[in-house]
């Protein structure tokens, strides 16, 4: 029997690091996808497929070259990028439009080219996790801002929730799950709970997500966010 095989994006550092090593502490076969290695992701003896940039379709191509025709069991949208704007803090008088169109790029069409991409490799009781933001939530929005990073992961809630409905006739359930506020290189550290600690809390979510569940917007610890 073969082991679990994972597929993690950003993985080279934060949470997708932290993700590699709770999936090989539960004897998965974790690959690991990144743009550029890191000493800490080398160090993990893992397959690593590097050289992906999933803002481009170029990218995600040579990612299903790389991983051809084997059946991945969880596959886990972790890459994304943070660009702060808000109208208060405008120096210029404009918001910074190149900046909101690349965490787009990366944030929301970066998962479904890779979930597009790897389609063929997801099989009945397949799970595709994708990390969002409960800042991707309208409700939730009390603090405004961030216009980019916000809007971008809203749109990334929506695909995903699109993704449940699709795909559960093949038997392949969605997670959309906010990971915590983590304390990444993302935010300057400044979070309030460890890169570890919310990768073995995501992990926890995926091994719940069922074909019942699917499509729910999970905060990390549990708690069912609202859209």
Same mark, same amino acid.
């Given at each position: ?49 590097? @050289?992906?940039?999933? &803002?481009?379709?170029?990218?995600? $191509?040579?990612? !299903?070259?790389?991983?051809? +025709?084997? %059946? ?75 216009? @980019?990073?916000?809007? &971008?992961?809203?749109?990334?809630? $929506?695909?995903? !929730?699109?993704?449940?409905? +699709?795909? %559960? ?59």
């Amino acid at each position: 029997m073969r082991k679990l095989r994972v597929v993690i994006t950003g993985a080279n550092r934060g949470i997708g690091l932290a993700l590699c090593k709770v999936y090989l502490q539960k004897n998965a076969e974790v690959i690991g996808v990144c743009r550029n290695v890191t000493e800490a992701l080398d160090s993990l003896n893992i397959e690593i497929i590097d @050289g992906i940039d999933i &803002s481009l379709a170029t990218g995600v $191509i040579r990612l !299903k070259k790389v991983l051809a +025709d084997r %059946k991945i069991d969880v596959l886990i949208n972790n890459a994304g990028i943070l660009r702060s704007q808000s109208f208060q803090s405008l120096a210029s008088g404009q918001l910074d439009y190149v900046g909101i169109t690349e965490q787009f790029e990366v944030n929301t069409l970066g998962p479904l080219r890779v979930v597009e991409a790897l389609y063929s490799n997801l099989v009945a009781g397949s799970k595709i996790a994708m990390i969002t933001s409960r800042m991707g939530s309208i409700e939730d929005n009390t603090s405004g801002g961030s216009y @980019g990073y916000r809007m &971008s992961k809203c749109a990334l809630n $929506i695909a995903s !929730k699109s993704m449940a409905v +699709d795909f %559960k006739a093949q038997g392949i359930s969605v997670a959309i799950l906010h990971p915590g506020y983590v304390q990444t290189e993302m935010v300057n550290f400044s979070g309030d709970i460890s890169s570890d600690l919310s990768a073995e809390r995501l992990a926890q979510r995926v091994d719940e997500l069922n074909l019942e569940n699917t499509g729910t917007f999970w905060h990390s610890n549990g708690e069912i966010l609202p859209w």
